[in-house]
């Protein structure tokens, strides 16, 4: 079953949830253990202009820190570790999604994923939203975690 665990920025971090997915496909790619291969990310993102912001973010976003990711479609995911998915292709991914949709449903693939993750800024609709979700995978039998992170 799918373990989901939201990350809620607190209400003095001047990030959004763009910055904070960041900050976890980092922790979440550099948490294998010496010699292991790197869990294999995919992160919805249904708006393609909002994919192609992460996108160079996650180039930016740190000078001293190199994340193997791209756009689906305009990489090999064979070799691409971290994809960013605007429909959740490709359906081989399945160990972590990292969901960036603002909508209040859950993304209708996420149970194939071994971990759901559920970033959460400031912005008043996007909490709404993951609380309509959190109520969602809460009343669907799914183990939840609640992470409030600066």
Request: aromatic share 10%.
């Given at each position: 079953?799918?373990r989901?665990?939201f990350?809620?920025?607190?209400?003095?971090?001047?990030?959004?949830?763009f910055?904070l997915?960041?900050?976890l496909?980092?922790?979440?790619?550099k948490s294998?253990?010496?010699?292991?291969q790197?869990?294999?990310v995919?992160?919805?993102?249904?708006a393609?202009?909002q994919?192609?912001?992460?996108?160079?973010?996650?180039?930016s976003?740190?000078e001293?820190s190199?994340?193997?990711?791209?756009?689906?479609?305009e990489?090999?995911?064979?070799?691409?570790?971290?994809?960013?998915?605007?429909d959740?292709?490709?359906?081989?991914e399945?160990?972590?999604?990292?969901n960036l949709?603002?909508?209040?449903?859950?993304?209708?693939f996420?149970s194939?994923?071994?971990?759901?993750?559920?970033?959460l800024?400031?912005?008043?609709e996007?909490?709404q939203?993951g609380?309509?979700?959190?109520?969602?995978?809460?009343?669907?039998?799914?183990?939840?975690a609640?992470?409030?992170?600066?």
């Amino acid at each position: 079953m799918t373990r989901v665990d939201f990350y809620v920025l607190k209400e003095s971090s001047r990030s959004d949830r763009f910055g904070l997915s960041c900050r976890l496909v980092e922790r979440i790619y550099k948490s294998a253990p010496a010699g292991e291969q790197p869990p294999r990310v995919l992160i919805y993102c249904p708006a393609s202009q909002q994919a192609r912001h992460l996108d160079r973010l996650l180039w930016s976003f740190r000078e001293d820190s190199f994340l193997p990711h791209g756009l689906v479609g305009e990489t090999d995911p064979a070799l691409t570790p971290i994809l960013i998915s605007t429909d959740g292709q490709p359906e081989a991914e399945d160990q972590v999604l990292i969901n960036l949709s603002p909508s209040p449903e859950a993304p209708p693939f996420f149970s194939r994923f071994e971990r759901l993750c559920e970033p959460l800024d400031h912005d008043t609709e996007i909490r709404q939203a993951g609380r309509k979700r959190y109520l969602y995978y809460r009343d669907s039998g799914y183990p939840l975690a609640h992470h409030e992170v600066g």
